[in-house]
């Protein structure tokens, strides 16, 4: 395919939300990791050195040939659209044309660069190009480099030293620059990066098939095995998604296993770019608000890819907000998507199956059908979507100490805890039907505060004066009302919170203490329930629900996989 970088008509450029978008050195960065993303590149080498007030980007990317060089850095010089119609079209990162003419204003620029034809031994020169402030070449010279684009950027804002004075100190450019790379990382796992500061490396990350793979690269503390993935195809066509099919893909941090003090690894990407979006990032957020702990936020990366259709990029110049049009439906794709992620039908096999070899020897040393060792749906890890979760198959065993549930599973050994779990399953019962139900023999309440009768009627509940600081409750919560204890929890229902509160509050009380005794026909019960709750994983409070002992790492400990020949000397 042969590239033109030309000027856009100036209908086009009238459309376009113009601005100064090179503000700092990290907005230079970003420019130009973008011009290398749209250039097919690989791999990407990131250099800052502050002092000099110096960026420069290498990758190994689609190259320009002379031509090219001389037109890039003019104004509104482009080869990513050139009609008014292709606006709503946009594949690429960039498009306005205006980057690289808007570093030449500000800098020393000059770009290295030479086509990469894909063919090995092919011809093709190296350029070595110099632009003025206008952005016109000004310096050309033949030069031997790989196939590819260096941009090298000197002298940031050297003739403006009020806007040097604006910009925030080296470290914070650094930290501003790592998180960009970051963030465009997930966006972009088949690429790798490097980032060098003062020409040492500090920085890096490598490329791999999926976002689900980078997170762990970006996020201290955060495993592979604490992830999970949810891939959704969605009705309309989009041309930046791999099967042309507008998709959503999510990584989400188990609830179970990791969480953050502050919402910085709530992260939206469209189309590419990773974008802030208030609405979507609440979405997220409030889908997890009674499945992560109290004050604490989810891990979570949702990559949008959509018509380009239904982005308006206009809303910020430097493209980092957008609007979407359909705001609503997306919110509900990506509320589907987290409970998707979240179901436990994603545990019925080990991420990484048992070697081969061992599966052998397993096979040969027990009996027929004890353990499954591999995903016997060849499937995609859960993904299937359908809620038919006899594919999980616990079967209640015995109880611990009158508070875990043993369960056998194809796939080893899980311990529940009897009573958040039923926790989990009354809450979303009562999420999904809060009942009140009039109480045929009326419940005295003693010394109700004002606040606490306000409270009470706040959540509906009817209360009148029964006497001297004495009331009357008409009314109760559905699963209380038969409950002995119904007037404490009520007492406890008017001492404040919103209607969630309430919720999570009588969902405690009303579920199976520890230290109960359980039948097995009982406890098959709750894990009967259990399973289909919608997060399954935690409590309303954020406690893990139960922990599983899969069999790959109890053969591993046991070490099954020894040879018996072997231990028996033979
Ligand atoms: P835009 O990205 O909006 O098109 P820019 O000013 O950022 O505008 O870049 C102008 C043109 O220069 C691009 O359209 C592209 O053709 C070319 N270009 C810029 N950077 C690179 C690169 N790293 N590799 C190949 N081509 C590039
Ligand atoms: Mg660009």
Redesign the pocket.
Known sequence: MT???QPLPPEVINLIAAGEVIDSPAAAVR??V???L????TRIVISIVPEKWQVQ?A?N????NLA??Q???LAH?????SHLKDLSQIT????????????AHVSELE?F?RPNTGMPLADSEGWRVVYNQEGEAIEEETVAIAP????KVSNLFGRWPLRRQGIPSAAQQLRRVQLLVQQVALCHPEVTWQVRQDNKPWLQISRSSTAKKILPQLVRGVRFSDLEEVRMEIGGESPTSPKGKQSLELVLGLPDRCHRGRADWVKVGINGRTIRSPELEQTIISALARTCPRDRYPICFIHLRISPHQIDWNRHPAKTEIYLHDLSYWQEQIKGAIDKALELGAETMPESPLPERVEKLLKASEKKGVYNTRKSDGGDGGNSGDRDLGLIELKAIAQLHQTYIVAEHPNGIWLIEQHIAHERILYEQLCDAWQLVSLETPIILSNLSLAQLEQLERLELEVDSFGEQLWAARNAPLILAKRDDCSDALIELSKGGDLEAAKVATACRSAIRNGTPLTVPEMQDILEQWQITRHPRTCPHGRPIFLKLEESSLARFFRRHWVIGKSHGI
Not at 38 to 41: L, P
Not at 61 to 64: D, E, L, Q, T, V
């Open positions: 590239v033109k970088i420019e130009l973008e011009n290398s749209d250039a097919g590149a980007v990758d990317g689609r190259g320009m090219n060089l037109q890039a850095a010089s482009t080869s990513k659209i690429s990162l960039g498009f306005r044309g205006e980057a690289l003419h808007s570093i770009i660069s590819g684009t260096v941009v």
